[in-house]
């Protein structure tokens, strides 16, 4: 059989060529992906001179104690609205987790939760946050992820901020190697200039410490309307990538700041509101494919006193509507926010294994079912159940055993562009 002729010529090609060679450029540099790493469930915020070793510990136990009070985790389950079954499987879970990683991301806080101290008192505590923080990291009892959030860019702080930023790394390179999580949060952002100036300090921090291009990334928080919406009709947020490409780690929301910046009553701010909802979307599109994460914010209902149960269940409730919205991470204010962090995302987690399991191991077998699933579903399905994978809500042998594959295999499915061969 002879060969199909074409009509496009060798030529024509290499011209198609020329004209997208910019968007191959920029589809490669400025929209990598997700770069498979684990993304904690949550970000706790404590006032960094409360700051010690035995921090996480600490909070793991009062988080279970304030359980135990009130009936249990599988009471908890239950007031979150779980079934008998799948209650007790979380708080088996929810527990192990609180006795050995009940903070999975720790920032030691310069802004909002330590305030102007004068600049002696906080030159102090930043150079005992960056001792303490050594110290927790080499006796194995830091979380995964810890860091520090260091005053805004704005005129006023602008100094101070930098300062502290200064001081907390300069004195962890000076006590070894950088903690593999280190995590640096820049608050209160309006304008991508100040995220450039970011970028700036933390190249130069990289030159004066020897440490590789690129070590120091940082999260941007959402805290301003300027951000989303700046004064020409753009959006700032979404340049942000592209201004400072492979910088910045991810984007937090700002439940209060971004809501009372917009007039609303304290009473109506929350994580739900249609204007927190809005700068979230805005959010979503401005990193998709860039490889920028993504945090909601907090709230500030706490579960203590009388008012435990009702918290318990405002709590679980606003997380597990962020995750049905693609937002994987949140914020925690006090101790007995974990119990229901945890158990509402791994009730999140195992409620949606078996078909989502289901539904990977036919796409992986070619084994046709009620879904047909294309490649981009299949990433999503990959990515979720590895994300439960990591955050403890389910088990690798449960994974292996519903779906098929193992986890070299299932990270490969979530991330096939970091993928290289699995025979898993």
């Not at 191959?24 to 970000?43: A, F």
């Not at 079954?85 to 929810?94: H, K, N, P, S, T």
């Not at 303490?132 to 100094?159: H, N, Y």
């Not at 994987?328 to 006090?334: I, S």
Request: net charge negative; hydrophobic share 40%; charged share 20%.
């Amino acid at each position: 059989m002879a060969a199909p002729k074409s009509s496009l010529s060798a030529g024509d090609l290499a011209h198609i060529d020329g004209q997208l060679a910019a968007t191959d450029r920029l589809l490669e540099q400025n929209y990598p992906g997700d770069d498979g790493t684990r993304q904690p469930v949550h970000t706790v915020y404590v006032p960094a001179d409360r700051f010690t070793p035995s921090l996480a510990a600490d909070w793991g136990a009062q988080a279970i104690a304030t359980a135990e009070a009130h009936g249990g985790f599988g009471k908890l389950g239950r007031l979150l609205g779980q079934d008998a079954g799948l209650a007790e499987a979380v708080a088996d879970r929810v527990q192990a987790k609180l006795q050995t990683e009940p903070i999975e991301d720790l920032r030691l806080d310069f802004e909002d939760g330590f305030g102007d101290r004068g600049d002696d008192a906080e030159d102090a505590a930043a150079v005992a946050a960056a001792s303490a923080v050594a110290q927790a990291v080499a006796a194995g009892s830091a979380p995964p992820f810890i860091g520090i959030r260091f005053k805004c860019f704005e005129a006023p702080t602008r100094a101070r901020g930098l300062r502290t930023l200064d001081l907390f790394v300069s004195g962890l390179a000076a006590a070894g190697e950088l903690p593999d999580g280190l995590v640096l949060t820049l608050p209160k952002v309006t304008t991508v200039a100040q995220v450039q100036a970011m970028d700036y300090a933390v190249s130069r921090l990289e030159d004066v410490h020897g440490l590789p291009t690129g070590r120091l990334r940082f999260e941007v928080q959402v805290e301003t309307p300027q951000l989303i919406l700046g004064p020409e009709g753009t959006s700032p947020v979404a340049q942000l990538p592209h201004a400072v490409p492979g910088r910045i780690s991810g984007l937090h929301y700002g439940t209060y700041d971004y809501s009372a910046s917009l007039q609303i009553s304290a009473e109506y701010q929350s994580m739900e509101h249609p204007v927190a909802d809005f700068a979230k979307e805005v959010m979503q599109l401005a990193v998709a494919g860039t490889g920028i994460r993504l945090s909601d914010g907090s709230t500030n209902i706490i579960p203590v006193g009388d008012n435990v149960e009702n918290a318990w269940q405002l709590h679980g409730r606003l997380v597990r509507r962020s995750l049905e919205r693609g937002y994987y991470q949140g914020w925690d204010l006090h101790p007995a926010q974990l119990p229901s962090r945890f158990a509402a995302t791994y009730a999140f987690y195992r409620e949606g294994l078996p078909d989502t399991a289901a539904r990977l191991r036919n796409y992986v077998e070619r084994t046709e079912g009620g879904v047909m699933d294309e490649p981009a579903t299949a990433r999503a399905l990959a990515a979720f159940v590895l994300r439960g994978v990591q955050c403890g809500a389910v088990g690798a042998e449960e994974v292996q055993a519903l779906a098929g594959v193992g986890l070299p295999r299932l990270t490969a499915l979530a991330h096939p562009r970091l993928a290289t061969t699995s025979n898993s």
